[in-house]
């Protein structure tokens, strides 16, 4: 299959994404059959590796299947893009787990709950993997599960904690039903908890070595794919459904603005000078974002090209750009909503779900510009960062 095959297989998917997103709202998880026919495509292969019978397509390609989904419905998509970028994540893994994982199944359906509200412990031959994770974007369809832990090891006689991420099977996890959100409800990204379950060695990767383009699974394949620094690829991963949404509000807005008869008056909005000049502003503010992120996307796949690892000022930077993208996305939706009279607060229409999608969305840890701009900061200060980057 090539690249822009794929990506018009995403883009003919478009309608029914976009027909079924009130119902997977009301679900609170996307819908079995649109998720079906997402997987029919074969997109979860993208970043699998070529050795594993994967494409390795590129990340700006990647971009553009994201803003697809996320103009169909940034919920439905925000999971997929999810998925996708999950197997490029464990294409980061050391080879005896990725081995085993992808000699058995061509891809996995995973959520990545990374947040350290799980504990590890160390026994003979691997860990026992105890927590709750909120945030599990992805478990309704997944057959497996990605999760972070705290693990404690023996260093000259001191027990020294590190973030590891351990990846098990769905079946040996409870997912419990605590998604009631204001947005991306259809998300489905109920909590997750493990009790007492054992993970063997090799499916334990320390975060650590994950983040600068230098993993166990970049001296592996060799490949610039699997050399660009992980925050940035994840943030991207996030981004992109946002930017996708913002512009398909855009869109409807200008549809809308042929139709609508100003209150007290005969005229069409898109008669009016005003409404003419808000299309206009927020036509080139939506292709501007676009560009925007697809700069970023370039920029990544670069730094997997160079021999070079990407320093933290260089990941800092990027992630503070994430933000302001996804904020921008956020704004636009906004303005259009303004510029769109009430009646666009119908729950009907679907600019009202995609503004409260955008607001709950750009809380996303990732996208927090009070803390990426002090990380920034101090290292454009010559002083340590605060935050993993």
């Known amino acids: 299959m090539q690249e822009r095959q794929l990506i018009e297989a995403i883009r003919a998917l478009s309608p029914m994404i976009e027909d079924r997103a009130a119902e997977a709202t009301r679900l609170r998880r996307p819908v079995d059959a649109v998720m079906q026919a997402v997987e029919a495509t074969e997109v979860y292969r993208y970043f699998v590796p070529k050795r594993f019978g994967g494409f390795e397509f590129s990340l700006e390609g990647f971009m553009e299947i994201g803003t697809i989904l996320g103009a169909a419905d940034v919920a439905t998509g925000w999971v997929v893009t999810f998925y996708i970028e999950h197997n490029w994540l464990l294409g980061l893994y050391n080879p005896a787990a990725q081995e085993e994982l992808f000699s058995a199944n061509p891809y996995v359906i995973a959520p990545g709950v990374l947040a350290p509200t799980g504990t590890a412990k160390p026994v003979e031959g691997g860990y026992?993997?105890?927590?709750?994770?909120?945030?599990?974007?992805?478990?309704?369809?997944?057959?497996?599960?990605?999760?972070?832990?705290?693990?404690?090891?023996?260093?000259?006689?001191?027990?020294?904690?590190?973030?590891?991420?351990?990846?098990?099977?769905?079946?040996?996890?409870?997912?419990?039903?605590?998604?009631?959100?204001?947005?991306?409800?259809?998300?489905?990204?109920?909590?997750?908890?493990?009790?007492?379950?054992?993970?063997?060695?090799?499916?334990?990767?320390?975060?650590?070595?994950?983040?600068?383009?230098?993993?166990?699974?970049?001296?592996?394949h060799q490949s610039a794919t699997y050399r660009m620094p992980m925050l940035p690829v994840l943030g991207l991963t996030a981004a992109c459904p946002l930017v996708g949404c913002a512009t398909r509000a855009v869109q409807r807005f200008h549809e809308r603005l042929q139709a609508r008869t100003i209150y007290g008056t005969q005229d069409k909005q898109s008669e009016r000078a005003l409404g003419q000049s808000r299309l206009a502003h927020l036509t080139v503010r939506a292709k501007t974002n676009t560009s925007n992120l697809m700069a970023i996307a370039r920029d990544v796949a670069r730094w997997g090209e160079r021999i070079e690892i990407c320093p933290a000022e260089e990941r800092a930077e990027f992630r503070v750009r994430l933000g302001h993208i996804v904020r921008e996305s956020r704004d636009i939706v906004r303005d259009v909503i303004e510029a769109s009279g009430a009646s666009a607060h119908h729950l009907d229409n679907p600019l009202q779900r995609a503004m409260r999608d955008l607001e709950t969305a750009a809380g996303h840890t990732v996208f927090d510009l009070d803390v990426a701009t002090e990380s920034y900061g101090r290292l454009l200060l010559g002083l340590p960062s605060n935050t993993p980057l």
């Open 128 to 220: 026992v993997l105890n927590g709750r994770w909120q945030w599990g974007t992805g478990i309704m369809h997944a057959d497996h599960v990605l999760i972070g832990a705290m693990t404690e090891f023996a260093e000259n006689d001191e027990r020294v904690p590190e973030l590891c991420m351990y990846i098990l099977p769905k079946d040996q996890v409870e997912v419990l039903d605590t998604w009631q959100m204001s947005g991306m409800v259809a998300t489905g990204s109920n909590d997750i908890a493990v009790r007492d379950v054992f993970v063997p060695d090799h499916r334990r990767q320390n975060l650590a070595d994950l983040r600068a383009g230098d993993s166990p699974g970049a001296r592996y």
